[in-house]
């Protein structure tokens, strides 16, 4: 089931590093909830994040700087749902009473979510959801959050948008284009670098370009600090 996610109330936020996410746990966080743990599903090797590609001492670095521990798991897509629950059931036994999702309005990820909370007999809370693209992209963009695009759908942008940092001209550029200005359906996705709740930037050091299943990949990897 979904909830009001309240004062004090500890919660795991399913974190892929990009910019819902990180909403997502920025609004759960100024209701006065409390951040337990970040998790982050990762791929078999257990090098990158199996959502967005990041590579996990991205991961890492993003959770240092927000001071809240990352959980992450392995899992191919064949039990990715079965090891989402034994994950949040850990967490449940950690004291997790919520789980916190960036989603917007795709009911069928919004369903899943409720089904794996249930299962793990945790509630769901969805702090983004049918909130207008435009108005969720703006609150970002003005609280002071960096967020760069490290992947592109092929059939929707060219390779030529990996690397850029989202900003409202960009975003009325998608507008233009026809895309979805927050990429909902996959048609871009970002990593968070900066913002109000990071205590210092996670500075990124991008790498090569890559195709691979129909989208184009920026490698990136954490720049030593200065």
């Given at each position: 089931m979904s909830r009001v996610l309240v004062k004090d109330v500890p919660f795991v936020c399913s974190w892929s590093g990009g910019k819902d996410s990180c909403l997502a746990l920025y609004r759960a966080m100024q209701v006065g909830a409390r951040p337990a743990f970040l998790l982050s599903m990762l791929r078999e090797d257990g090098l990158r994040s199996r959502s967005h590609g990041l590579p996990r001492e991205i991961l890492q670095a993003q959770a240092d700087s927000l001071g809240i521990p990352l959980v992450t798991k392995t899992a191919s897509w064949d039990d990715y749902e079965s090891t989402f629950i034994v994950a949040l059931e850990e967490l449940k036994d950690a004291g997790v009473q919520v789980g916190v999702f960036g989603d917007i309005d795709i009911d069928e990820h919004r369903l899943w979510e409720e089904k794996v909370c249930d299962a793990a007999g945790i509630d769901?809370?969805?702090?983004?959801?049918k909130a207008p693209r435009l108005v969720l992209l703006g609150e970002f963009l003005l609280l002071g959050f960096d967020a760069t695009i490290v992947t592109v759908n092929s059939e929707k942008l060219g390779k030529a948008y990996l690397g850029k940092l989202i900003g409202l001209e960009l975003v009325k550029e998608f507008v233009s284009l026809g895309i979805d200005p927050s990429g909902e359906k996959g048609e871009y996705h970002t990593v968070v670098t900066n913002g109000p709740i990071f205590s210092e930037?996670?500075?990124?050091?991008?790498?090569?370009?890559?195709?691979?299943?129909?989208?184009?990949?920026?490698?990136?990897?954490a720049r030593c600090r200065a």
């Open positions: 769901a809370y969805l702090p983004l959801w930037p996670v500075r990124l050091k991008p790498g090569e370009q890559s195709l691979h299943d129909g989208y184009w990949f920026l490698d990136v990897s």
